[in-house]
């Protein structure tokens, strides 16, 4: 059993809080907070609670060096102003200096510990290094659904040392929409997927193949599969070593779940020359162009899927939707989906770049849930346990 932060009595504890705060920050100053505001239900709850809050998480990678431009004082000056109080901050998330300062904390008041791949230990899960971090609290919890598929030391060693052990709110809504809604799906059930890298998502196809009802293919990873159907992709983005696997999904999903392919491709001669060439016919792309969006045919047999579906789930875009001209097929999937939304279907956004897009169209706010964890999400919803998530079973 995976306790939840909300059956803890917190009074006058010291909360040990692993959160993902690895932000984009651009001249010092965090650019998007998604990750930030995402924490603050199960930090607001420990205040409420009149906990004392230690905050620790890692920001990019500085593989074990003190790198100045990953530091986590940006993040402690945005979260300051979220929480419309000051915040203490340590320079070492494991000095004694900072141990002190955690040890003197009043309730309420929240201590931010500085990035934790500072130490090459955190990402080792080296013993010595989580018994540190653990000093810091006598409660843990987890809310960093992002490194969850991770075995590190603050996220899994350091679990070891707590009794009082449990997960925030949005590990415990990340499950709630990535594991609960998809395994009892209000149906139709449709997987949505697309992006270049058609290995990452072959273990969630062969998970969800019986499960879904339909499952859509665009994007880059589509060129493999039509290929292996015999199909001219021209320049088009293939797979070579994965052509026989994906014969091999194709049939085993032959009577369990529809798998759809785009009929018609945007395509360009390259992808340093991406002047559109015009759309071509999925099966004929001309031996020296490249499919780099769905065409508009594609389009609709998608959108009309989408809108007789129950619950949606969208992993990867469905064309290199950053360079304008080829960003159509991935609009259009993400305002059928917020459209949706709105009349009742449940509608999931699998992190990573689809999330990107979401935001960057605007539409975040208007789709069920969109999780905050890019390799994470894959992982679960690939049917895997994810380390740090399974550690906090008592
Ligand atoms: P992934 O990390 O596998 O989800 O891939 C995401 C990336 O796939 C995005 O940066 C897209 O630009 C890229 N992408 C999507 N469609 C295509 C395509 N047809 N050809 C090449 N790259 C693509």
Request: contains cysteine; proline residues 4%.
């Amino acid at each position: 059993m995976i306790k939840s932060i909300k059956t803890f009595d917190l009074k006058e504890k010291r909360v040990l809080v692993r959160v993902d705060f690895n932000v984009p920050i651009e001249n010092d100053k965090v650019v998007d907070d998604f990750r930030i505001r995402a924490a603050l239900p199960t930090i607001q709850f420990c205040l409420n609670a009149g906990a004392n809050v230690i905050l620790m998480s890692h920001l990019g990678r500085p593989k074990g060096e003190i790198v100045p431009e990953m530091s986590l004082i940006p993040v402690g000056e945005s979260l300051a102003d979220l929480l419309e109080m000051p915040i203490k901050f340590s320079a070492d998330c494991v000095s004694e200096d900072a141990h002190d300062v955690s040890l003197g904390l009043y309730s309420g008041e929240v201590h931010l510990l500085e990035n934790l791949r500072f130490y090459v230990a955190e990402m080792q899960n080296d013993p010595d290094f989580s018994t540190k971090l653990a000093k810091h609290g006598q409660v843990y919890i987890n809310d960093a659904f992002g490194t969850a598929h991770r075995s590190h030391a603050s996220n899994v060693g350091v679990t070891r040392n707590f009794t009082h052990k449990g997960m925030g709110f949005l590990i415990e809504k990340e499950l709630q929409y990535l594991s609960s809604a998809v395994k009892n799906p209000r149906r139709p059930l449709t997987v949505i997927l697309g992006g270049a890298k058609i290995d990452t998502k072959l273990d969630l196809i062969h998970n969800f193949i019986g499960k879904a009802d339909h499952i859509l293919i665009g994007g880059g990873m589509a060129f493999t599969f039509l290929q292996a159907q015999g199909k001219d992709v021209g320049n088009s983005l293939v797979d070579p070593a994965r052509l026989n696997t994906a014969k091999k999904v194709m049939a085993r999903a032959r009577g369990k779940s529809k798998l759809v392919f785009p009929k018609d491709i945007v395509c360009a001669e390259s992808m340093k020359n991406r002047h559109s060439t015009g759309v071509y016919n999925a099966g004929k792309i001309p031996d020296k162009l490249m499919g780099l969006d769905i065409g508009p045919e594609s389009i609709n047999r998608f959108s009309q899927i989408i809108r007789e579906s129950g619950t949606i789930l969208w992993n990867g875009p469905m064309g290199v939707f950053e360079v304008n001209g080829f960003h159509k097929g991935t609009l259009a999937v993400a305002q059928d989906m917020a459209e949706v939304t709105g009349s009742g279907t449940t509608t999931i956004i699998g992190g990573g770049d689809s999330a990107a897009a979401v935001n960057k169209f605007g539409l975040m706010k208007k789709v069920t849930h969109v999780s905050t964890g890019g390799g994470a999400s894959l992982e679960l919803l690939s049917g895997n346990t994810l380390p740090a998530i399974y550690s906090l079973e008592i």
